[in-house]
């Protein structure tokens, strides 16, 4: 998925340079996709990490770390289904 949103990106560079020069029209529709592309990088960089929703909804575990009987670490771990 996040190849997509580089190609958006890539496109919107290519228009950019090439077409835009000649077509103002084509100026917006490069920075669209420009816009579109990072906000898709973005956002896929966010889904890596386990939300509140996914504590609440049962799709994690929560492991803890004990050394002689005092928790020394927290990790929270995606439940595979």
């Given at each position: 998925?996040i190849?997509l949103?580089f190609t958006?990106?890539?496109?919107?560079?290519i228009?950019?340079?090439?077409?835009a020069?000649?077509?103002?029209?084509?100026a917006?529709?490069s920075?669209?996709?420009?816009?579109?592309?990072?906000?898709?990088v973005?956002?896929e960089?966010?889904k890596?990490?386990p939300?509140?929703?996914?504590?609440?909804?049962g799709n994690?575990?929560l492991?803890?770390?004990?050394i002689?009987?005092?928790p020394?670490?927290?990790v929270?771990i995606?439940?595979?289904?």
């Amino acid at each position: 998925m996040i190849v997509l949103f580089f190609t958006f990106i890539l496109i919107g560079v290519i228009i950019l340079g090439f077409i835009a020069n000649e077509y103002p029209i084509w100026a917006l529709v490069s920075i669209f996709c420009i816009v579109i592309g990072i906000c898709g990088v973005i956002t896929e960089d966010t889904k890596k990490y386990p939300t509140a929703l996914d504590v609440y909804r049962g799709n994690t575990t929560l492991k803890i770390t004990t050394i002689n009987g005092v928790p020394e670490d927290t990790v929270v771990i995606y439940k595979n289904n």
